[in-house]
């Protein structure tokens, strides 16, 4: 892959979740995790009953409006099972569509309903991969200064091989940048805290804005290591669920930015709690978010609620379960910004014909 890289193929797979109310309304989300484990999370029998269940037993005859308890059922339905990783993301992708049903139902977007619209437009950056060269970065540059971003961020390939080509390679999207675009770079993934320093040091003379996940998310200690050790800021916490993790990298991690994926870290319900957490901690919540349009949206609305919100991810990519699980996809503005959609609830509808196009496995979940 590395020696081709041009831009991500983007998801193979996509799981949606769909929550019908008996007034007819119904709540989209997906989920950036394993669809089949995901579907076994929600739709499992009852072991224990109350606590160790599928999640269906818990959401099941609700009432959407109370999304705190529902969350609460959720966890503790999951509690031998879960409490961290897949559950909590199964959890999340439920809670997704809750805030969309709620909001359907009062008139209002998400963003109003988690109690401040306090953002139109949010800075999107281009999420993509590294180029294997100097001047396929440089090429890279000028495609999405071209189609108006302002900001770009690169992961992956060959990096994560060898984290040391990153230096030579952002030293020429530098170049070709210029600097009123934002550089931001992810996937070098060492287990080698001397060997991130030095390389988030070289880095730092390129001005990227932040370095993602250049350690293992669970590596807490390391991350303080490198954190206090750098100037540039240091990124972490698409992997985590819950506010415990990110409570933990918060404290014991010290990184700069915080990047919660909403369909992992515990919905909104779990994030809107993080967003005061990071802003008392002095940190930046920057939400991750690559699948498709759903995701999206919903990041939108958690970036709006923001009082200081910094950047929204955009997946660069143009495949089927990127663009066309929604009817109104998200358009990046000239500015280079991302509207936040205004209609009711996430504000993106569900396009049916193209999930019955791509859907190779469904299961109706009833009382």
Known sequence: MADEATDSRGPKYALIVKVNTDEGISGIADCDSHPHIMKTLIDAPTYIAGFCEGLKHAVIGKNP?????????????????????????AMSAIDVCLWDIIGKAARQPVSVMLGARNHERITAYASTLFRPTPEGMKEAVRKYRDLGFKAMKFGWGVVTEDPRKAVKLVE???????????IMID??????????????????????????????SDNLEGYRKLSNAVNARIACGEQLGGLYEYRQLITEGDVDVIQPDITRAGGLTETRKLVTMVEQAGKLLIPHAWTSDILTAASLHLNAYQLNPVFQEFCT??????RDLVLNPLRLEADGTLQVPG?????????????????????????
């Open 187 to 216: 996937g070098m993934w060492t287990s080698d805290v001397k060997l991130a320093i030095q390389i988030v040091k070289e880095l730092e003379r390129y001005n990227v804005f932040f370095v993602e996940e250049p350690l293992k």
């Open 65 to 89: 409006w109370e999304y705190d308890k529902i969350w609460s059922d959720m966890y503790r339905a999951s509690f031998y099972h879960g409490r961290r990783g897949a559950a909590i993301h």
């Open 317 to 322: 990519n143009d495949t089927p379960l990127s």
């Open 343 to 367: 209609g009711p609830g996430l504000g993106v509808e569900l396009n049916e014909e193209a999930v019955r196009k791509y859907t190779t496995d469904y299961v109706l979940i009833t009382a």
């Open 172 to 182: 020429a999207a530098r170049e070709e940048a210029g600097q009123e675009m934002d």
